[in-house]
């Protein structure tokens, strides 16, 4: 089962954009989190964000979350054509499953 | 961070075949194990999750029977996918959960049924 749903399905910027990713989830969770995904290999761990924690920070990346929206967003600065991939948020259940569910996945494009 | 190696990367089989693929926890024990299945282009969809000892638990929809998990130890969990057909040609990743938060998954396995 999918938690929720990401916005925009794809995403093409130039070289030295910001890229901004959003994510939408249905249930209460433990956490938030943010992969990577290059074209057919696994998944790159970005960053973690708390419930009780509002935005985050790391390098490039910056994320917030609103959990009286039940949303998120990941936001690359000065992307570059090596951010090319694609982006999934995952939210850790409130529960004791310690399942991470996935959102349906951000394509994005960065042109050089 | 925490290493988990999933083996084989890649595999071709015949239909109506097994196939086995093992995830381990190289450098830390994982009670548990979750495996995901994601098809071309597409998110990543749990199937199941596995714990030490006890038989995994599949999410709705995914075929017990087809899908065979077995986590026999804290550093080793496999997935059997039994009499494989085209339609289960998919990549399968599976993370395994250290104490705390964070998830630490495989390289994935891409699965091809000829």
Redesign the interface.
């Known amino acids: 089962?999918?938690q929720g749903e990401e916005d925009p399905q794809a995403l093409s910027i130039q070289e030295g954009e910001n890229a901004t990713m959003n994510c939408s989830y249905k249930t209460s969770i433990?956490?938030l989190?943010w992969?990577r995904q290059n074209s057919?290999?696994?998944?790159v761990?970005l960053i973690?964000i708390?419930s009780n924690e509002r935005e985050k920070h790391s390098g490039r990346l910056r994320v917030t979350l609103d959990t009286s929206k039940k949303s998120s967003s990941l936001l690359i600065t000065a992307s570059r054509a090596a951010d090319t991939a694609s982006y999934?948020c995952?939210t850790?259940l409130m529960d004791s499953?310690?399942?991470?569910?996935?959102?349906?996945?951000t394509?994005l494009l960065v042109r050089p | 961070?925490a290493v988990v190696s999933?083996h084989p990367s890649r595999v071709i089989c015949k239909s109506g075949t097994s196939v086995k693929i093992e995830c381990r926890s190289l450098d830390f024990q994982a009670t548990?194990m979750?495996w995901?299945r994601q098809f071309p282009?597409?998110?990543?969809?749990?199937m199941a999750?596995s714990n030490e000892g006890s038989k995994a638990?599949y999410?709705?929809g995914v075929e017990k029977d087809k899908f065979l998990i077995n986590h026999a130890s804290l550093t080793l969990s496999t997935l059997t996918v039994t009499s494989a057909h085209p339609e289960d040609s998919s990549?399968y990743?599976c993370?395994a959960?250290r104490h705390g938060?964070?998830?630490?998954?495989?390289?994935?396995t891409?699965l091809t049924v000829v």
Do not use: C, P, V, W
């Open positions: 089962s999918q433990n956490n989190q992969y057919g290999r696994g998944l761990h973690l708390r999934f995952a850790s499953s310690y399942k991470l569910i996935f959102g349906s996945g394509r | 961070g999933q548990t979750f995901y282009k597409q998110s990543l969809m749990l999750t638990t999410e709705q990549f990743i993370s959960r938060d964070e998830a630490f998954f495989g390289q994935g891409r």
